[in-house]
């Protein structure tokens, strides 16, 4: 089963002032999330109202939540590692 995936505006905008090798390893990493959407290295993260897990990408962390009635996953928030829980 393969899921579709979302980003909200804050990874976008992220994206979008990225340099093309870093917003390449981001896309591919969040990429494999649809066919195996709780991978082994994914953390849960508290303080959410809904489930909501991190990816390591390097330097930077995605933030996303699975939704399976929907099929999907929504890309909450990209940052650098000491930005993305603010």
């Given at each position: 089963?393969?899921?579709?995936?979302?980003?909200?505006?804050?990874?976008?905008?992220?994206l979008k002032n990225q340099d093309k090798t870093t917003v390449k390893r981001i896309m591919d990493k969040i990429d494999t999330l649809s066919l195996n959407p709780i991978p082994h290295d994914a953390k849960r993260v508290l303080g959410y109202e809904l489930p909501t897990f991190r990816i390591r990408i390097g330097k930077h962390r995605a933030l996303y939540r699975v939704n399976y009635e929907e099929k999907k996953i929504i890309v909450v928030k990209i940052d650098k590692r000491?930005?993305?829980?603010?």
């Open positions: 089963m393969s899921l579709k995936i979302d980003y909200d505006n804050q990874p976008r905008k992220f000491d930005k993305v829980y603010d």
